[in-house]
Every structure is written in C-alpha cells, then in structure tokens.
C-alpha cells in the first residue's frame, strides 16, 4: 500500500460464521463490492477455530481480498462483544483500580499478556493475514468512576513501574502523574506489539474511537496516530451511537474524516473510516449512502463497513432491516469504486 495509491478501498467486518461453504458464499458477496474483509479473530476463534478460519482467509485470498485480522475483544482490551478465557486462566493479570478493585481487563503491562497477543499475531500470521486492525485499544474506563477521579490501572506491576519512570507512586485518585502514565501504558503496549508485526512482515491498522472534547483523549489521538509502524490510521464515527441519538452523517463523517487526515497526511499514510452499518432503524438506510460519500469526498483512502449482514449476527448491533442495509452499503461502495 504505498502513499501513492490513490485508489478507494473497501472493506467490511466479517464475524459469527464459521462455517466455511456459508463463508464462501457470504465472500463471494462482499467482493462484489470490497477488496478487503476484516475478520474478527477472539479468543473462541484462537483456541476452537483455527482451521475453520485458515480455510476463509484463504477463501478471502480467492476472491481477491485482503485479508485483516482484528483481535476481538481479546483480554477485554480491545472492541469485541467476546468473552476473554485469558482473563480466566491468569486472574493474576488482571487491571486493579485506583480504589483496590479488581476489573476484567489484562494489565496491558502484564508479560503474560504481551506473550499472549505477540502468539496471536503468529497465529494469525500462519493462518494468511495480511494487516493487523488494531480494534479501540483502551484501558478499562467508565464515566462514572472517571468523574470519581478513580482509574486504570493501578496493580502492583504498574506501581512498580510508575515509581520507576516517574520517581512517584499512583495515588488513589488521578493526576497528571497517573494520566501521563496511563498513556504511556497504552503507546508503550502498542508500540511494542505494531513493532513485532512489522517485523513478521505483517501491516498495521489501527482505529480509535471517535471521540473529541478532552484534552487527554487529544494527547492519546495524538501519540497513537503518530506510532511509526503503521501503515493505516482510522477511527469509527458512527452518528446513530448510542442507537437512541443521530447526528447529521455527512457532517459527523466529514468531521471525522477531516480529523483522520490531519494526522495521516503528513505522515504519507492510508486513512480509515469505519461507515455504521448496524443498529439501524428500518427507512433510515439511506444516511448510509450520504455517510460513504462524505468520507470518499473528503480524501479517505480506505472505507470500511461494520458489519456484514447489517449486523444481524448480534444481538448488540441488529439492524430493523439488516437486508436492506447491506444492500445499500454494497451499492454505495460500488458507486465510488466505479
Ligand atoms: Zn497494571
């Protein structure tokens, strides 16, 4: 993918089917439209269906797409609506709050952590991928504990570590010790493991929640985008999120979209926006087709659909008429690549 290449990409999420003659079908339909196909591999994927997936990436090969793979939800640490059996097997690496409690996320600086995720790159890697899409990495976060001051995270390691980098210990509730720690935590695991791709000849992606209005989240926005081993940066603005409130999509894309390129472009990378395409009520599809124009009008190189289907895989991202939602994500991609 060189900066060059100034050809549109387009590409969906695929996940909930293992089968692979179904796959094949559902393939052959998404590259009518996509050269690329994101695969979700969870950690169900990692321990039970691993054959299964070798046999789609390669059936993704065969129809022309590129094949990504995106850690769903593994550790509790990335987007994935997935159970974590890592957090079963190592109650030990789990995130503490800055009050004691203990949270269902792996410790980003936990080695049994970083071992498991540099495995899954391997495995991923054997099975035929191509990029790595870097799914909303984030620490364990809640609004409400975030206007308590509490946070995460706050173990034993991270004390350790803090004390180390910063000569102080966390405290109980945040500071700019902890806020600063906090994202070094997330760029340092990042970094650490976009690196270990890079060098097993993998491309990286990374997408960010799209969120604006806080000065932390800017500085993460900032220190991310700029990791020197990607190749793709992106976010997800989805303007029916939560599925009760709507923005304008053509003014919410744009936005974003513009907010993408201001951090690709000096950088000579590929930009991504994520198009929603889940959740939706029934005779409001077609803000899809203004959503996907927004963004190709505004210089994107690489559009992508969540999910396949219309999202009726979940329960979490069902469309009212998941049909007609993939049908006008596919027609609108297949007008700007046309
Ligand atoms: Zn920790």
Known sequence: ????????????????????????????????????????????????HKASLEKIFSDSH???LEVWADPWGLGGVFGGETFSRFLLDHPDSWQVLSDGRRVPAACLH???????????????????????FWDEPHVYFH???????????A??????????????????????????????SLRGFLEEMVSFARTKKL??????YAFEGSDEYELIWNDLSSLKQLDVFGCDPYWRWPPRTSADPREHVTRFSKK??????????????WIQSM?????????????????????????AAWSHDGGAVLDTTLSEDPGKVWRTVKSSFQSIRS
């Open 155 to 184: 173990c034993p390691l991270c004390q350790k570590l803090c004390r180390k980098q910063f000569g102080e210990s966390l405290p109980a509730t945040m500071n700019e010790t902890a806020r600063a720690f906090r994202l070094r």
């Open 279 to 303: 959740r939706f009520p029934k005779g409001r599809e077609t803000e899809i087709r203004a959503a996907v124009d927004a963004a190709a009008r505004s210089g994107i190189t690489h559009l």
């Open 143 to 153: 609004w409400d504990l975030e206007w308590a001051g509490t946070y995460s995270c």
């Open 203 to 208: 491309k990286n992606a990374l997408c960010l």
């Open 62 to 64: 065969r129809q022309g």
């Open 1 to 48: 993918m060189p900066p060059s290449d100034k050809k549109i990409h387009t590409g969906v999420a695929y996940l909930g089917n293992r089968i692979v003659s179904h796959a094949r079908r559902d393939l052959a339909d998404i590259a009518e439209a996509c050269d690329y196909v994101v695969h979700t591999v969870s950690e169900t994927d990692f321990h039970y």
């Open 260 to 273: 993408v390129l201001t951090a690709t472009i000096p950088l000579r990378r590929h930009s991504q926006i």
């Open 110 to 132: 936990q080695p049994a952590f970083r071992n498991f995720v540099r495995e899954w790159i391997l495995t991923v890697r054997e099975m035929g991928a191509d990029v790595l």
